[in-house]
């Protein structure tokens, strides 16, 4: 390994410091979680099914298709679920451990190892092996018959998703410290949309050459991580409009079609966020909740309800905002307001990704590796 790739990765870790500060033992004592009332509750929550895939301790993101739910460990399981029984469609032991995954398009999954290898699965099988030359925490995305990844050193790589060959890579140069967190890398269209630094790049899938770029995130402060501004995943998006969190700096939504940043409201959040028809929702790095406009950023609501939960990013579901919580809650709050509707207990370990929704059920996955399928009564 060479010193600057070395140094790199101390800096990742570094970083990785200032995402785990919600868990730290000091922090503040969570306000009592609020009353619930007749008035205000709605209809609860009921467990439909239960899996397990072992614990997870990596920037775990689910993949959704068909009615299909992807999930890893960190130890190196993967496994294809029916999100309508809970069912394994096949389940695959890598016997390596995991930092970033899944990404599938519902017949081709991709995850990186911990030795920085990309692993094509199709069928339960790999089928391909791809060695990357630095670390990476984003789970790579499958689309268009590519796989491409979303290295540390901000390097974006495509890959033939049949055969693994690599097709293009593209480097950009930004500012020295990187979150150990999830970024963003997804498909609007036709167009390659990625965070680099503080900024959302449009690019060609087809060779990498840049259609467009906007600034989300303006680096600040008077050092090295006060100026780290790295756009984390989870984005809220309706057509060809993205609303992404910069890192502990700001919200922003973007026109993906033209590269312009429609507005930008100061955040200091470090998950990414949801969002519905018109509103854009976030939570801040405290668990204050935030939502704000989606057409043009004016903020709609605040609740304090939920501070010091270690909240994870909003989901949209059954006419409600869902979050999950460091103590293994699920929290049902109002679209209008952030009133707390009703609660439910998992399995007593965190929710350690976003929520989604699959066979009209909602799907949580906690930090212990449970795989929980929820319905509403």
């Known amino acids: 390994m060479n010193l600057a790739l070395s140094r790199l990765l101390l800096m990742v870790a570094a970083a990785s410091f200032l995402t785990a500060c919600s868990s730290t033992p000091d922090k503040p004592k969570a306000p009592e979680l609020p009353v619930l009332n007749a008035s205000s509750a709605s209809a609860p929550l009921t467990r439909a099914w239960s899996n397990q895939v072992g614990a997870i301790l990596f920037p775990l993101s689910l993949s959704v298709n068909n009615g299909q739910v992807a999930v890893a460990s960190s130890s190196g ?13 096949w389940r695959l032991n890598l016997n390596t451990p ?17 030795a ?26 499958v689309a268009g018959g590519r796989v491409f990844v979303l290295t540390a050193d901000r390097t974006v790589i495509a890959l033939d998703g049949g055969s693994g060959q690599r097709l293009w890579s593209q480097q950009r140069s930004g500012d020295p410290l990187v979150l150990r967190q999830a970024g963003l890398l997804m498909a609007v269209g036709d167009t390659l949309v990625v965070g680099l630094s503080g900024r959302l790049v449009g690019m060609n899938p087809n060779n990498g050459t840049t259609r467009w770029e906007t600034v989300v995130g303006a680096s600040r402060g008077t050092n090295e991580v006060e100026r780290l501004v790295d756009i984390v995943a989870g984005t809220s998006r309706q057509g060809q409009v993205v609303c992404a969190r910069s890192f502990q700096t700001s919200v922003s939504c973007v026109d993906a079609a033209k590269g312009v940043t429609l507005w930008t ?31 043009n950023g004016t903020p709609l609501w605040s609740s304090d309800a939920l501070r010091f939960r270690g909240l994870t990013a909003p989901l949209a579901w059954g006419g409600t905002w869902v979050v999950g919580d460091e103590a293994g809650l699920l929290h049902r709050l109002s679209l209008a307001n952030g009133l707390t509707l009703n609660r439910v207990a998992t399995d007593g370990s965190a929710i350690s990704a976003q929520a989604v929704t699959a066979a009209g059920l909602l799907v949580v996955v906690t930090r212990s590796g449970g795989v929980l399928g929820y319905r509403l009564d």
């Open 98 to 114: 995991l930092q970033a995954g899944v990404g599938g398009d519902g017949t081709r999954f991709a995850v990186v190892t911990q």
């Open 116 to 141: 920085n290898e990309v692993l094509a699965v199709q069928s339960g099988q790999v089928i391909w092996r791809y060695r990357l030359n630095a670390s990476t925490f984003t789970a790579p995305l």
């Open 77 to 89: 399981t993967v496994a294809l679920i029916d999100a309508a029984n809970g069912q394994d469609l």
């Open 265 to 295: 409201r100061s955040s200091l959040g470090h998950q990414g966020l949801g969002g519905q028809d018109d509103q854009v929702i976030g939570v801040e790095s405290d668990s204050r909740i935030w939502a704000w406009s989606r057409s």
